[in-house]
Structure formats: C-alpha cells, structure tokens
C-alpha cells in the first residue's frame, strides 16, 4: 500500500490549500481515509476522515466548518481542502488508511498505512 499526500505549502493566515491523498495497493472504496498532522514534539492529530463511499465525514472539532475532507474512488484521491488556516495549523500532514477495511477510528495508533506527509506552513 502507498500512500502519497501532496499540496502543501506557504499560506497566509487566512487563507486556503487543498490537498491530496493518492492511494494504490488496496481496495480503496472499501476504506476510511484520514488526515493527520503533526508539530514537531506533539502527537499526531486527528483533522479529518471520510467513509469509504464518502457518505460520511468526520472532523476534529477544531477544524469543523473550515475544513472539508472529500474522495475520488474512480482516481482512489482523497482531498482535504483547508480554508480559513490558522498559524498554529503550521504542521506535517498526513493522510492515512487504518489496519482494517470499513473501520472508522480517529487515534492514529489504528492506522497501518501512513503517507509521508506534506508540510503546511501558515504565516501570521
């Protein structure tokens, strides 16, 4: 399985980036998709995750509303499109599959495959 996240960069503070997951190795409908990030020195955060058939999403409360996580099971590409970012958003973001097929978790320690993470850096 591999995992590759992309469309990190330099933002403002207030502003938006949009980035993508491609999968290849597993039966990507039949997984939930997650997005973490994480500080140097902190734990990896749970943002945001949708179901298999994109019909249900989910969000840490911190990014709800400004956040939209959304898939592609014909390109197996998930998005996560960040808007209204925040300095402290500054981290590495990584999207992730889980050791399971139909499981929904937002701990980090139930994820298998991992992406090696794109790097957002918000300006004040």
């Known amino acids: 399985v591999q995992l590759q996240a992309s469309g990190g960069g330099l933002v403002q503070a207030g502003g938006s980036l949009r980035l993508s997951c491609a999968a290849s190795g597993l039966t990507f409908s039949l997984y939930t998709m997650n997005w973490f990030r994480q500080v140097p020195g902190k734990e990896r955060e749970f943002v945001a995750a949708i179901s298999g058939s994109g019909g249900r999403t989910y969000y840490a409360d911190s990014v709800k509303g400004r956040f939209t996580v959304s898939r592609d099971n014909a390109k197996n590409t998930v998005v996560l499109q960040m808007n209204s970012l925040k300095p402290e958003e500054t981290a590495v973001y990584y999207c992730?599959?889980?050791?399971?097929?139909?499981?929904?978790?937002?701990?980090?320690?139930?994820?298998?495959?991992w992406g090696k993470g794109t790097l957002v850096t918000v300006s004040s």
């Open positions: 992730a599959a889980p050791n399971r097929s139909y499981y929904t978790s937002n701990d980090a320690g139930d994820m298998k495959f």
